[in-house]
């Protein structure tokens, strides 16, 4: 599976942004999604994922209450809706799949695809 993530932007604090995720090459069905991001000089960091169904979700501490993550299957697209954004939240996001549908752990995700800045102005 191929993912390519898109929908970040430069934008001020307390701004709301939503990425998504579109998924090629495979069914996004079979995987469990999740969105990673990376700041600068920091080490790669779990933001959110769910379950093949939508059913069940894990969050980031710190984003929980603020960012919403779902999915369309059958738009093969995943989201990430981010509201009351902070300076903090500026990174690199990525999505990736875990090949366990129900899997939510960060370590068992992979198939990074190419990211997306999200750059929050203080």
């Known amino acids: 599976v191929q993912l390519q993530a898109s929908g970040g932007g430069l934008v001020e604090t307390g701004s709301s942004v939503r990425l998504s995720c579109v998924a090629s090459?495979?069914?996004?069905?079979?995987?469990?999604v999740g969105w990673f991001r990376q700041a600068p000089g920091k080490d790669r960091e779990f933001v959110a994922a769910?379950?093949?169904?939508?059913?069940?979700?894990s969050y980031l501490d710190s984003v929980k209450g603020r960012f919403t993550i779902s999915r369309d299957n059958a738009k093969n697209t995943a989201y990430l809706q981010m509201n009351n954004l902070k300076p903090d939240d500026t990174a690199i996001y990525f999505c990736?799949?875990?090949?366990?549908?129900?899997?939510?752990?960060?370590?068992?995700?992979?198939?990074w695809g190419q990211g997306t800045q999200v750059t929050v102005s203080s």
């Open positions: 090459g495979s069914t996004l069905s079979s995987y469990a």
């Open positions: 769910i379950i093949w169904s939508g059913t069940r979700t």
């Open positions: 990736a799949v875990n090949q366990h549908p129900y899997g939510l752990g960060p370590s068992d995700f992979g198939s």
